[in-house]
């Protein structure tokens, strides 16, 4: 299949989920195009807000809309990590009893980890290995995860009561972090009514695992310009206060500034962002759209920027209204990228 026909494809198939999702979500259309970006590229996303506005809803719709197999982890104070991975139990068999690996529910493919934010920093990490490697390891022993393997976590603001804040590790494994607000008095009164009335509208079945994985494959085709991957450097190193052209605020609120991995989850979000206006290659803009959520979970504020209250926003606002896509004298780029 022609490179054209693949990116028509990867549209429709983009357009259908968005569609499906619609059914059941109201409103919230900048989060469905950012979940499923995530998916296509590859990685995982954190979806931030207060209880009851349908992240839940989201992540089980999308998982409705594709033939992969969906499992919902409920995080909980006294939730253990052998309730995430799975444990070694004695099972009876033939030759007697013996040791049998039981799996736990993170051998999905679409995994809600919910409230994740819930559970303690121990139990939290146990979703590292899984995330990074697409594995897990029990015992000495390798257990592969089926592909594509896509977590989709949901956690409450940090100031509401019993939540501990996410090790900064497993933050950085999150390839966007999208925040979910309040809907507006329309989608308000919408989501009254579909939510009081029978259901009428099933689901429909959109792709299929070995599809999903040729599209993410689609997304990492395409081209990105030399300037452009530049521009990517320069934002990344301008939100480390250590760097000498790091801006002022940066200098004055952050404490840590984004690893590789926010170059990556720029390159790849504005790749899809490409494909679906119909280009086969990244421009600035679409950079620029990816700033936010590929990089507010990656700035580790200082105490004065904590004491102050400062958004990570406002300082990735701030960074992109002073970085020049110009290509600078010397064009550093983070390792990895």
């Given amino acids: 299949m022609r490179a054209e026909e693949r990116a028509e494809r990867f549209r429709q198939v983009f357009t259908a989920l968005t569609r499906e999702i619609r059914k059941a979500v109201v409103g919230h259309d900048e989060i469905v195009r950012g979940v499923l970006t995530c998916l296509f590229c590859g990685g995982h996303t954190l979806l931030e807000g207060v209880p009851g506005l349908g992240k839940t809803l989201l992540v089980k719709t999308l998982a409705e809309g594709l033939d992969l197999h969906f499992s919902r982890i409920q995080f909980t104070p006294d939730l253990m990590p052998a309730d995430i991975i799975g444990t070694n139990i004695v099972v009876e068999s033939p030759g007697g009893r013996q040791f049998g690996f039981?799996?736990?529910p993170i051998f999905g493919q679409i995994v809600l980890a919910d409230e994740v934010n819930?559970?303690?920093?121990?139990?939290?990490?146990a979703l590292l290995?899984?995330?990074q490697e697409l594995s897990v390891t029990v015992g000495g022993i390798h257990h592969p995860l089926e592909r594509p393997f896509f977590v989709l976590?949901?956690?409450n603001p940090i100031e509401m009561e019993g939540t501990y804040p996410l090790p900064e590790a497993q933050l950085d494994r999150f390839l966007l972090k999208l925040r979910v607000q309040y809907p507006s008095a329309a989608d308000l009164a919408k989501i009254i009514e579909r939510t009081t009335q029978p259901v009428v509208?099933?689901?429909q079945k959109v792709a299929a695992g070995l599809e999903v994985e040729a599209l993410k494959e689609l997304v990492r085709e395409v081209p990105v310009p030399q300037p452009v991957k530049e521009y990517v450097s320069q934002l990344v190193l301008s939100t480390r206060p250590e760097w000498d052209g790091a801006p002022e605020m940066v200098r004055r609120f952050v404490r840590y500034g984004s690893s590789p991995r926010g170059a990556q989850a720029l390159v790849l979000g504005a790749k899809v962002r490409a494909l679906l206006d119909g280009r086969?290659?990244?421009?600035?803009?679409?950079?620029r759209a990816m700033a936010l959520p590929s990089l507010r979970h990656r700035?580790?504020?200082?105490?004065?920027?904590?004491?102050?209250?400062v958004d990570p926003d406002r300082i990735l606002e701030d960074l992109l209204a002073r970085v020049s896509t110009a290509p600078p004298k010397t064009a550093l780029l983070p390792e990895g990228l």
């Fill in 201 to 203: 509208d099933p689901i």
């Fill in 153 to 155: 976590a949901t956690q």
């Fill in 299 to 309: 700035l580790i504020l200082s105490f004065e920027g904590e004491a102050e209250g």
């Fill in 280 to 287: 086969f290659n990244v421009g600035f803009d679409d950079i």
């Fill in 102 to 104: 039981q799996r736990g």
């Fill in 118 to 125: 819930r559970a303690t920093p121990k139990t939290q990490s």
């Fill in 129 to 131: 290995e899984a995330m």
